[in-house]
């Protein structure tokens, strides 16, 4: 019996049995939430082969991920986020924001990734308004990195980013649905 986030698992094998991957796919399969609430969305194409860097810290993917939309009381709210990943390291930082301004993005940008990582030399950004905007461009400038808009050739650039949302999405659904905020600082701090 294993004890996982609140989920009791029974008859389990042990970890030492079982390989991890194939523990985890057992778990999720035998939880009813965690099936329920996976999207099964049907997506075409297939995202590229990933190349493997070599050196971290040398580029930064940003995207905005949301709405979600949570609903307490009879009142809905809705929530934002900016995510940045370093693709060699897999490191990742989401960040909530109040509006998709440029100025909003661009400052969140500066607090949370320029302010505690390595400089990047370059920045992946789809063509959203809030990347292509004056102030995000300045900021880029200001700090020397090279902006890499993705393009209508080539939009997977920015893969690592869509994938990491996919995630985030079905684990913000399957906590919700496991455990409803029942206040909106609740729903902030699930957000947060």
Known sequence: MIRLNNFLIMN????S????DQLCRDTVNRCDICRMQKSTTKEYGHLPPRVAGVFPW???AV???GPWKIEINGKELEFNALTCIDPVTNLVEIIRIKNKTSRHVADQFANAWLSRYPRPVECIHDNGGEFIGHEFRSLLNKFGIKSKAT???NPQANAVCERMHKTVADVLRTLIKDSPPKDSKEAIEYMD
């Open 12 to 15: 389990c094998l042990p970890v």
């Open 17 to 20: 049995n079982l390989g991890l």
């Open 58 to 60: 040398r580029t930064v």
């Open 63 to 65: 995207d905005l991920i």
């Open 151 to 153: 393009t209508v050739k």
